[in-house]
Each structure stands twice: as structure tokens, then as C-alpha cells.
């Protein structure tokens, strides 16, 4: 069964640094991995999609890399800003237990806040 | 404007009684799915469609049904069987596996 792990869960940073989100995944047979931004209250945003032939995307200042073989992905936020407040989470795809359907699996989310 | 539509934002349910979420889709995409989220845990599936007049029953399906009569809609009947109902409820829609996208949510809280 797939699982998907984030860390930090929580983390507060000072406008204009850079900064480094995890993702984690135990099953590596995945076919793309995508991040979402969640305001609160709100629908999730899609920021960006990795297939899993792909090593990295990238989309104005978010960078999102794919190591499949490791199980790893980490979006990584340039510049930081406070609208960039929010939870950020990471989803996997791949096929359910009975082979023949595509589903995601996410994590449980990173709380980021940037403070000016 | 193109995009995923739920109804009711919120929604107040009582002891025993069946209450429907609408989700809506104008994107023309195949595959729709129903999310619950609760206050410290990921999202987890309850029941996706792939193609129409077909659908899958996710990680937490019981207390919930579907159906998928058109393309552009899939909505989720919550039953007096779900016994813990109060959540946020998040419905996607994309094309078969591809990106997601999700609409705004509805909000359901047993009185």
C-alpha cells in the first residue's frame, strides 16, 4: 500500500528566504507526482506535475524534483513571500491494489508561513 | 468560465438523515473523484469514476454512495450509515492519469 510522508509538517520562515519542502513515498512505482497548495477553507491549487519519466518542473519560482528510485520529491520555493502562506501537499499516483485503476495517495500536508 | 463547481458550500446534516453533495465539471475530463479531509490527516479517497455509469469504491467508502449518470457530474450521498461524517468534502476531476483538479469544497457538519 502506498504511503506518503511530509516533513517538516510545520514551518514558519522570514520573507525572502529560500526554502525546502519534503516528500517521501514507499512504493516507487508511481506514474507522476503532483503539489498542491491549500489555502485555508479552501479547494486545493495545482502547482505542478512531475511524470515519473521527468526529474524535475518548474513553474516562476517553485522548483519540484523527482529522485523515483529513492522514493523522494522536494518543492523548493525561491524568494519567499507572504502570500505564499499556506499548506502545501504532495500526491502520488499510482494503480489502487487491483491493478487496473489510477489513484492519489497524499501526504498530510507542510504548514508554511513566511512572516515579513 | 471552465472549471469544478460543488454545492453547497456548507451543509448541516441531522441524526439519521441522507444529505447529497453536488460536483460539477465543465472540462470535459473523464475521470472524477470525492476526497475527505479531516483536521490533521491527508486527503483520503472515498469513490472515483473513470468513465460514466462506472465507478471505483476508494479507502473510506462505506457510509457513502455515487452514482454517474453524465460525464459532468458525480454527486456523493452521504447515508445515516456514515457514522462520523463532519468533514470537509473536496471533489476532482481530470483526465485519466493526469493532473487533478479540484473544486472549492463543501463543508458538512452533523447538528
Known amino acids: 500500500k502506498q504511503e506518503v510522508t511530509q516533513i517538516p509538517a510545520a514551518l514558519s520562515v522570514p520573507e525572502g528566504e529560500n526554502l525546502v519542502l519534503n516528500c517521501s513515498f514507499t512504493d516507487s512505482a508511481i506514474y507522476n507526482l503532483q503539489w498542491f497548495r491549500q489555502d485555508p477553507g479552501k479547494g486545493l491549487t495545482s502547482l505542478l506535475l512531475?511524470?515519473?519519466?521527468?526529474r524535475e518542473q518548474t513553474s516562476g519560482r517553485l522548483n519540484a524534483s523527482l529522485d523515483k528510485s529513492s522514493g523522494r520529491s522536494t518543492l523548493y520555493i525561491a524568494a519567499s513571500q507572504p502570500g505564499d502562506s499556506a499548506t502545501y501537499l504532495c500526491a502520488v499516483n499510482s494503480q489502487d491494489s487491483g491493478g487496473s485503476n489510477y489513484k492519489l495517495t497524499f501526504g498530510k500536508g507542510t504548514l508554511l508561513t513566511v512572516n515579513p | 468560465d471552465g472549471g469544478i463547481t460543488q454545492s453547497p458550500k456548507y451543509l448541516f446534516r441531522k441524526e439519521g438523515q441522507n444529505v447529497t453533495l453536488s460536483c460539477e465539471q465543465n472540462l470535459n475530463h473523464d475521470a472524477m473523484y470525492w476526497y475527505r479531509q479531516d483536521p490533521g490527516q491527508g486527503l483520503r479517497l472515498i469513490y472515483y469514476s473513470q468513465i460514466v455509469n462506472d465507478f471505483q469504491k476508494g479507502d473510506i467508502a462505506e457510509g457513502y454512495s455515487v452514482s454517474r449518470e453524465k460525464k459532468e457530474s458525480f454527486p456523493l450521498t452521504v447515508t445515516s450509515a456514515q457514522k462520523n461524517p463532519t468533514a470537509f468534502y473536496l471533489c476532482?476531476?481530470?483526465?485519466?492519469?493526469?493532473?487533478?483538479?479540484f473544486g472549492p469544497g463543501t463543508r458538512l457538519t452533523v447538528l
Open positions: 512531475i511524470q515519473s519519466s521527468q
Open positions: 476532482a476531476s481530470g483526465l485519466v492519469r493526469t493532473e487533478q483538479f
